[in-house]
T-cell receptor
Framework: NAGVTQTPKFQVLKTGQSMTLQCAQDMNHEYMSWYRQDPGMGLRLIHYSVGAGITDQGEVPNGYNVSRSTTEDFPLRLLSAAPSQTSVYFC????????????FGQGTRLTVV | GDSVTQMEGPVTLSEEAFLTINCTYTATGYPSLFWYVQYPGEGLQLLLKATKADDKGSNKGFEATYRKETTSFHLEKGSVQVSDSAVYFCALGESSGSARQLTFGSGTQLTVLP
């Protein structure tokens, strides 16, 4: 059982480039989300999805797009990378409900130069 | 909005020492509370949780009690090991319609020395 799989693990971008971070889960979870982790700030929610075809913004959505065409996949797109987007990105999935466990991928370390 | 405040780190302890990491929260409703742990180079994984007031979550020797009167969920372990070195995150979970939201604290880096 793979759980939550994120690719790539590491990426270096130049300012202005675009890219897509991939996330896939095999647990049939309805809820998927993207977080960024910055030193001293914990994890901040970028976008989330409650099911295929349904997405919404989190706390820090600017500069990022998402889509959810299938239950399994939830890619995160950086439209025009900026140095402020240098961070570690985590994808997570869970069943809906306030007390359910969230499962996290191993993260993508992104550097924008 | 909801928020979680954790004690600032880093925390460095000797093996077999007692650990407390403080966590307090602000929430409008009745959230569930979680502790997640992140080992070096890995994603977060659930350590323990509590879903209502006075519940105690426990796992791998770690414990935390949901205290509604003090809005706290402090993490404790009686005797830490080198393998407990990691970053610990307190989080609260709320539901809004069909969505669930997790709000995280800033994390506390724990280093245990042999």
């Amino acid at each position: 059982n793979a759980g939550v799989t994120q690719t790539p693990k590491f990426q270096v971008l130049k300012t202005g480039q675009s890219m897509t971070l991939q996330c896939a889960q095999d647990m049939n979870h309805e809820y998927m989300s993207w977080y960024r982790q910055d030193p001293g700030m914990g994890l901040r929610l970028i976008h989330y999805s409650v099911g295929a075809g349904i997405t919404d913004q989190g706390e820090v959505p600017n500069g990022y797009n998402v889509s959810r065409s299938t239950t399994e996949d939830f890619p995160l797109r950086l439209l025009s990378a900026a140095p402020s987007q240098t961070s570690v990105y985590f994808c997570a999935s869970s069943y809906s409900g306030r007390d359910t466990e969230a499962f996290f991928g191993q993260g993508t370390r992104l550097t924008v130069v | 909005g909801d928020s979680v405040t954790q004690m600032e780190g880093p925390v460095t302890l000797s093996e077999e020492a007692f650990l407390t990491i403080n966590c307090t929260y602000t929430a409008t409703g009745y959230p569930s509370l979680f502790w997640y742990v992140q080992y070096p180079g890995e994603g977060l994984q659930l350590l323990l949780k509590a879903t209502k007031a006075d519940d105690k979550g426990s796992n791998k020797g770690f414990e935390a009690t949901y205290r509604k009167e003090t809005t706290s969920f402090h993490l404790e372990k009686g005797s830490v090991q080198v393998s407990d070195s990691a970053v610990y995150f307190c989080a609260l979970g709320e539901s809004s319609g069909s969505a669930r939201q997790l709000t995280f604290g800033s994390g506390t880096q724990l280093t245990v020395l042999p």
